[in-house]
């Protein structure tokens, strides 16, 4: 059972995942897509106007995914290999994001 982060380190781990996939996929793919970053909620939009939505959820410390092409996934960060992880599974919202992006564009991107 994963422990629930404290809210100061949990918001702080969220918003540093968040800007970092922001600036990745952004510089990688900025041409082809629409990468926006604002208030916490990162927006990544095909050209077919399909959207990827991160963000967090502070009551249950969890990012959660919004794609396209695997729904909606919610993630637990896992101290241990410190990582936002499925809460269905073992992927990780990197891992995740990639595939699903790959699908969509072509592009592997390596985000984490």
Request: charged share 30%; hydrophobic share 40%.
């Given at each position: 059972?994963?422990?629930?982060?404290?809210?100061?380190?949990?918001?702080?781990?969220?918003d540093e995942t968040i800007e970092t996939l922001s600036d990745v996929i952004d510089d990688a793919l900025g041409d082809d897509l629409d990468v926006d970053l604002q208030s916490g909620i990162l927006t990544i939009e095909l050209d077919s106007g399909e959207q990827?939505?991160?963000?967090?959820?502070?009551?249950?410390?969890?990012?959660?995914l919004s794609s396209p092409v695997s729904g909606?996934?919610?993630?637990?960060?896992?101290?241990?290999?410190?990582?936002w992880t499925s809460t269905r599974g073992s992927t990780t919202l990197h891992d995740q994001l990639s595939?699903?992006?790959?699908?969509?564009t072509g592009n592997?991107?390596?985000l984490g």
């Open positions: 059972m994963t422990v629930a982060l404290e809210e100061t380190r949990f918001h702080q781990l969220a990827f939505i991160i963000n967090k959820h502070g009551p249950n410390r969890q990012v959660w909606a996934s919610h993630y637990d960060f896992d101290e241990d290999n410190e990582t595939a699903d992006l790959a699908v969509k592997k991107l390596d």
